[in-house]
C-alpha cells in the first residue's frame, strides 16, 4: 500500500519543497521587534557542529549571531549556517500527525495516528515475527534520541533491525578504526591540525563539505605546513595545495599502498614504533612490496614522482595528519581504504604526539554522537559490541531486562531495504532519514517501499520517502529539544532547546516514549524530558569505549565541549587520544590491516566507459529536506549539474549549460553540463542532494563493502550523451503514472 | 572596533559564499548582500575572490557623485550614498577602480558595504569576517595577521593612479604594493614609482 497516495506533484504542492526566502515577520521586523534572547547552540548541518547564537522571539527563530567564544569555529560559519535559521518556522513544517487517505494526507490527532501506528506494528509482528518490523534513525539526531531509538528498537519492540543514514557516511572509517585502535573516533582534536608539517587530506572536500576546517589548513600552512590533496576533483583547497594527485575514482587503495611502498623502500618507517606500539606490521610490509609506483600510477593515474615524493613527504615527516572523508569511505573496499591511511600513519610513528595522527571528518550533524550509543545495528550503548556478552550483560541490567531478551546483530541501511523488498521485513518505523534520496539505486528503494505493508514516518518535512508512508507523525527539529551531539572531533557538545515545536508538531523523543508506552513497554521508558534519558545513558555507557560516565550538560556548558571518553565528573576528557601510546585493542597495541586491492562493484567497460562520482556542495546538506527549502541556498546552487572535463565535453559534442544524459547500469539522469578543467576528463561528478527526475541516486549501485556496509557511491560506471531536453527518464514516467493510478 | 583591522586576501577563499549570506543579515541593509563575488574563471579553474569595500581613504566614488551624496566618516569608513542627495546616476559604480558601489532597485540608490557600521561601531567584527571559514576575510588585530604567509599591504596603483586604502589586501611577502599593470614592473618604471612612495 505504501506508494505515493496521489501523484508527486500534487503533493510537492501541498508540503513542499517550497522555498523559504525571509525571516519570521520579514527582513525590516527585527529592527523593530527586536529578539527576546539569545540561545548559544550548534548548527544542525554538518559534523562541524559550530557554535552559533540563535536569536529567539515569541517561540520563533528570528536570525542569528556569531557565536565567537566558541572555540571550535569562533564565529566562523558556512552558508548552510549562516541560514539554518530560515528552516525554522517554515511554511512546509508538519504541525500535525498525518494519515494516509485518498486524496494525498489527511491531518489527524496525536490518538488516531498512534494507535494506528501501535496496532499496525503489533499485527505485523504478530503475523510475521518481531523481526518483520525495522527501525531507521539518523545522524542528526541528538545523542539522547539515539540512544532511545537504539533501545525502543530492542526493547519496545524486540526486532533486531535497527540501523541508521549514518551507515551512508563514515562507518568505513569507524571499521577501520576499531580494527586498528579499538575506537572510533578522531584521534586529534583539530587544534592539532595547524602544528602538522605534512597534511594529507585525501577523498575529503573539505572546502564544501567541512567548511571551516578551511581555516585549520590554511594556518597550518602559515606555520610552513605543506598540504597535499589527493581527489578526482580539484576541489577549493586545492588552489593552495603543494602537490595535487589527481586519481582515478576508487584508486585511493593503490595509491596508499604505493606510499607505503615507497616509505618502506626507502627506510622512512620508524622501528621503534613499530616493534614496541604496534601488531600486524609484517603482512602488511609483505603486501607492500607489491606495490612500486609504476603499478601504483598505472591504476591511480597519478605520475610516479608525485606519489614518491607524496610518501616522502608524509615518510619524513614527524608531524603528519591524515585526514580523510567519504571520498574513500563511500567505496566497496571502504574499509580497507581507511585501514591503509592508518598503515602509513602507523609506519610512520605518526599517531598519539603533536600534530601527528589518522583523521576522519565525519560528515552528519551527530554523525559522531549518534553512532555510539545504540541506532547502529550491531552496537550497545558505549560504543559496546551488541554480540559482545560481556556488553550484553551490562547493557541488559541497566535496562532491566534479560541478556537473552536483548535481540541480536540486525541488518544494516541498505540491507534492511533489500529486506524489504524481498518481502522480509514488512513494516518499517522511520525518523529523520530520507532513503529514496539518500540511499544507492533509488528505483529500488521506490519499489521496495511500494511492498510496506507498514510504513510510519517521524520528521518535521515531509521527506519524499515520507510520501510512502501510511502515517507520518509531526516531530521535532534540533533546536526545539535539548540533547547532546558529538562533533567530527570527538567533542561533545549541547544543542540547547532554543522554541518549542510548533502546533501540534512533538518532540521526537515524546512521541517514542509514547509509542513505547502504548506498545505495553513504557515501564522501560520512564523518561520524563532529555535529561532524564542524558542520565541512563551516561550509565549505560560507562565502562564502554566511548563513556560519557562523566557528562553532564552544565559541564558541557562550562567547558564549551568536553572530548569523550570522560570516565568520571571530575575526568577532564581526552582530546588527543593515544599520548600514552596505549590502545583501546585487546592487547593494548596499535594494529596494521592488510589491505588487498580488488576493484570496483560497477567496473568500467566498453559499454559504460566513464566513471560517475557523487557529493556534495557546500549550500546543501545530504538528501536537501531541509536545505532544499532554504530560497537563498537554493539560489546559491539551484539544482544538480553534471560536472565535466573540456576535453571529454568536446568528445561529446557538449558545451556549458547543454543537457547531457548520464547512464548507469541502473538508470539515466538528464541535468545540465558544467564544463570544467577541474575534473580527470574520466570523471563526471554529480551532487546527489536532490529528487525524483533530479536525484543522482537513482544511477548509484547498491555494492556494500562487506564489512562496513557502506554503498559505493563514490564510483559507478557510466556514459554520457548530449540530450535536447530535461525529458524525464522512462522510470521516472512510470513513476508518476503508477503513483496517479493509486496503489495496487 | 579598536585595535582591529579588515584584511582581505583571495587566496584562501574557497568560493562557498558565506559573506554573501551572512552580509544580507546585517541589520542595515537586511535581505541585501554587499558583497563582490566572482568566480575568477569557472571552466579554467576553482579559484573565486570575494571582496568588501576598501574604504579609500580619498574615496574616487565621493570625488566624482555630482550630488555629493557619498560621505567618509571620521573613522575612514565610506558610506552608502545619502538617499535624499543620491540621484542614481551611477557615476560612482563606473569610477570606483575597485568596482564596488551598486546601483540597488528599485531604491533608485548607490548602497555599498560600510564595513557593518551598525556592528563595528558597538564593538562587534563586521558580519562576513566574523563567518568567512577559510578567514579570506578578517577582521583582526595587526599581529594575528602578522602569523600569515602573506603580507598585508594597503597601497595599490591603477596606471597612474595611486590609492591607499582603509582595509588591507594579502599580499606576497616580498611585495609593498598591488599594481596590475606590467609597466610596473618594468625596471625603468620602478624608480619612478619608488620615488612616488618616498
Not at chain 1, 515475527?129 to 545522524?139: L, R, T
Not at chain 1, 581504504?337 to 602509513?344: D, T
Not at chain 1, 535539548?482 to 532547546?497: M, N, P, T
Not at chain 1, 547531457?660 to 563526471?684: G, S
Request: proline fraction near 7%; hydrophobic fraction near 35%.
Amino acid at each position: 500500500m505504501a506508494k505515493a497516495p496521489i501523484p508527486e506533484e500534487a503533493l510537492k504542492q501541498e508540503f513542499g519543497p517550497h522555498l523559504n526566502y525571509v525571516p519570521p515577520g520579514g527582513w525590516k521586523d527585527e529592527s523593530i521587534h527586536p529578539a527576546e534572547k539569545l540561545v548559544k547552540t550548534h548548527c544542525c548541518f554538518c559534523g562541524q557542529q559550530c557554535g552559533i547564537q540563535l536569536k529567539v522571539r515569541e517561540n520563533q527563530i528570528i536570525g542569528f549571531e556569531p557565536w565567537e567564544d566558541f572555540p571550535f569555529n569562533r564565529g566562523m560559519l558556512c552558508p548552510k549556517g549562516v541560514k539554518r535559521y530560515m528552516q525554522s518556522g517554515h511554511p512546509d513544517r508538519l504541525l500535525t500527525p498525518l494519515m494516509r487517505s485518498p486524496n494525498g494526507f489527511r491531518p489527524a490527532t496525536w490518538d488516531e495516528s498512534l494507535d494506528f501506528t501501535v496496532s499496525r506494528i503489533r499485527a505485523i509482528q504478530e503475523k510475521y515475527g518481531k523481526d518483520a518490523v525495522a527501525v531507521y534513525g539518523g545522524a542528526s539526531l541528538s545523542t539522547e534520541k539515539s540512544y532511545l531509538l537504539g533501545k525502543f528498537a530492542r526493547v519496545a519492540l524486540g526486532t533486531r533491525h535497527i540501523d541508521y543514514n549514518g551507515r551512508l557516511c563514515m562507518v568505513s572509517a569507524g571499521t577501520a578504526y576499531k580494527l586498528a585502535f579499538g575506537i572510533d573516533r578522531s584521534t586529534i582534536p583539530w587544534s592539532e591540525i595547524p602544528k602538522a608539517e605534512v597534511l594529507f587530506v585525501i577523498g575529503a572536500n573539505v572546502g564544501e563539505c567541512a567548511p571551516i576546517t578551511t581555516d585549520y589548513i590554511w594556518r597550518c600552512r602559515d606555520n610552513g605546513g605543506r598540504l597535499i590533496v589527493a581527489d578526482p576533483r580539484m576541489t577549493p583547497i586545492t588552489r593552495n595545495a603543494d602537490l595535487y594527485l589527481p586519481l582515478r575514482p576508487g584508486t585511493d587503495l593503490a595509491l596508499l599502498l604505493g606510499m607505503l611502498h615507497v616509505i618502506l623502500r626507502d627506510g622512512l618507517e620508524d622501528h621503534e614504533f613499530i616493534s614496541q606500539y604496534t601488531a600486524g606490521f609484517e603482512e602488511v610490509a609483505t603486501y607492500a612490496q607489491q606495490w612500486d609506483v609504476r603499478r601504483s600510477a598505472e591504476i591511480t593515474g597519478v605520475p610516479p614522482e608525485a606519489i614518491e615524493k607524496a610518501a616522502r613527504w608524509v615518510g619524513k615527516s614527524k608531524r603528519a595528519i591524515l585526514l580523510h572523508a567519504r571520498g574513500l569511505e563511500h567505496q566497496s573496499k571502504g574499509v580497507e581504504n581507511c585501514s591503509a591511511v592508518v598503515n602509513v600513519a602507523l609506519a610512520t610513528g605518526n599517531i598519539g604526539r603533536e600534530g601527528s595522527g589518522p583523521t576522519m571528518i565525519t560528515g552528519q550533524g551527530n554523525g559522531q554522537g549518534g553512532r555510539e550509543h545504540g541506532q547502529k545495528c550491531d552496537q550497545l550503548p558505549g560504543q559496546r559490541s551488541l554480540a559482545d556478552p560481556a556488553a550484553r550483560e551490562y547493557v541488559a541490567d541497566v535496562w532491566g531486562i534479560r541478556p537473552d531478551e536483548l535481540p541480536q546483530p540486525g541488518y544494516s541501511a541498505q540491507e534492511i531495504m533489500n529486506a524489504i523488498h524481498s518481502g522480509e521485513i514488512k513494516g518499517l518505523l522511520s525518523m529523520c532519514f530520507n532513503p529514496l534520496v539518500s540511499l544507492p539505486d533509488a528505483n529500488f528503494t521506490r519499489e521496495a517501499l511500494s511492498k510496506l505493508e507498514f510504513f510510519g514516518v517521524i520528521d518535521f518535512f515531509m521527506s519524499e520517502t515520507a510520501h510512502h508512508a501510511d502515517a507520518v507523525l509531526a516531530g521535532s527539529l534540533q533546536e526545539e529539544e535539548d540533547g547532546l551531539g558529538c562533533s567530527a572531533e570527538g567533542r561533545v557538545i549541547h544543542w540547547q532547546k532554543s522554541i518549542d515545536p510548533p502546533g501540534q508538531a512533538r518532540c521526537d523523543s515524546d512521541i517514542i516514549i509514547d509509542i513505547a508506552h502504548r506498545l505495553g513497554r513504557g515501564q522501560y521508558f520512564p523518561f520524563k524530558n532529555p535529561a532524564d534519558i542524558l542520565e541512563e545513558l551516561r550509565i549505560a555507557s560507562r565502562g564502554g569505549v566511548a563513556d560519557y560516565y562523566g557528562i553532564t550538560y552544565e559541564r558541557v556548558d562550562k567547558e564549551k565541549g568536553i572530548f569523550w571518553p570522560c570516565p568520571d565528573l571530575d575526568h577532564p576528557g581526552t582530546p588527543l587520544l593515544f599520548a600514552d601510546k596505549k590502545f583501546y585493542t585487546h592487547d593494548g597495541k596499535a594494529h596494521f590491516n592488510k589491505t588487498e586491492w580488488r576493484p570496483s562493484g560497477d567496473p568500467i567497460d566498453d559499454q559504460y566507459p566513464l566513471y560517475l562520482t557523487t557529493g556534495r556542495v557546500v549550500s546543501q546538506y545530504l538528501s536537501g529536506t531541509q536545505t532544499r527549502r532554504i530560497g537563498a541556498l537554493i539560489d546559491q546552487y539551484p539544482e544538480p549539474r553534471a560536472e565535466l572535463h573540456p576535453r571529454l565535453a568536446e568528445k561529446y559534442g557538449i558545451t556549458e549549460g547543454d543537457w547531457v544524459t548520464v547512464t548507469t547500469r541502473r538508470d539515466d539522469l538528464t541535468l545540465r553540463a558544467l564544463v570544467v578543467k577541474t575534473i580527470r576528463p574520466d570523471t563526471v561528478f554529480i551532487p546527489y542532494h536532490w529528487a525524483g527526475i533530479r536525484s543522482a541516486n537513482r544511477l548509484t549501485h547498491r555494492t556494500l563493502d562487506p564489512r562496513s556496509k557502506i554503498p559505493e557511491f563514490k564510483v559507478s560506471a557510466c556514459r554520457i550523451k548530449l540530450a535536447t531536453s530535461p525529458d524525464m527518464s522512462p522510470d521516472d514516467r512510470a513513476a508518476h503514472n503508477g503513483a496517479s493510478r493509486g496503489g495496487p | 572596533m579598536f585595535g582591529y583591522e579588515f584584511y582581505i586576501d583571495p587566496s584562501r577563499c574557497i568560493g562557498c559564499r558565506s559573506c554573501l549570506q551572512a552580509c544580507e543579515e546585517c541589520e542595515t541593509h537586511r535581505g541585501k548582500s554587499m558583497i563582490n563575488f566572482d568566480f575568477i574563471e569557472r571552466r579554467e579553474s576553482i579559484t573565486s575572490a570575494a571582496y568588501v569595500c576598501w574604504h579609500c581613504d580619498e574615496p574616487t566614488c565621493a570625488q566624482v557623485c555630482p550630488a555629493d551624496a557619498i560621505k567618509k566618516g571620521e573613522d575612514g569608513i565610506v558610506h552608502s550614498s545619502l538617499k535624499p542627495r543620491c540621484i542614481a546616476c551611477s557615476n560612482c559604480v563606473l569610477a570606483c577602480p575597485f568596482g564596488i558601489p551598486k546601483m540597488m532597485e528599485p531604491e533608485q540608490q548607490m548602497m555599498k558595504c560600510d564595513m557593518c557600521y551598525d556592528r563595528t561601531s558597538v564593538g562587534k567584527r563586521p558580519m562576513c569576517a566574523t563567518v568567512c571559514p577559510s578567514q579570506a576575510l578578517a577582521y583582526v588585530r595587526p599581529e594575528e595577521i602578522a602569523k600569515r604567509r602573506e603580507k598585508p599591504t594597503n597601497i595599490f596603483y591603477f596606471g597612474e593612479q595611486k590609492i591607499t586604502t582603509k582595509v588591507f589586501m594579502m599580499a606576497p611577502a616580498e611585495r609593498d604594493a598591488i599594481t596590475l599593470d606590467v609597466v610596473d614592473y618594468m625596471w625603468e618604471e620602478i624608480h619612478e614609482v619608488a620615488a612616488t612612495i618616498e
